[in-house]
């Protein structure tokens, strides 16, 4: 993708990214905050210089960086099926996993 080849070769001030420091430890910014900068920039006809970006970055956004909702349904699953419960019918089993999404 050529805008992203573009959008490497930028010069990004750090203060979009970098908190400034007042220890030792490195601060950042939310990385939708970042984004929202990088993709406010113009290009010299005054147009969004990434417009293929600004489509997909707010899609990269909302993917989860974690797993534990589907580690926990995974293992609300286990405890259900275990050997006394194993003849549940496919909709007991489920309306056990939304009681348990309730809670």
Not at 45 to 57: D, E, N, R, T, V
Not at 85 to 93: A, C, M, T
């Amino acid at each position: 993708m050529e805008e992203w080849i573009v959008y490497s070769h930028e010069d990004i001030p750090e203060n979009w990214y970098l908190e400034e420091q007042a220890t030792d430890k490195t601060n950042y910014y939310r990385v939708d905050q970042y984004w929202k900068n990088v993709l406010q920039l113009r290009n010299s006809s005054g147009q969004p210089k990434f417009m293929k970006l600004q489509k997909f970055i707010p899609c990269l956004l909302t993917i989860s960086h974690a797993n534990a909702d589907v580690e926990r349904s995974l293992s609300h699953n286990k405890n259900v099926l275990i050997s006394e419960r194993s003849s549940l019918s496919p909709e007991v089993f489920s309306k056990s996993g939304f009681v348990n999404e309730q809670l």
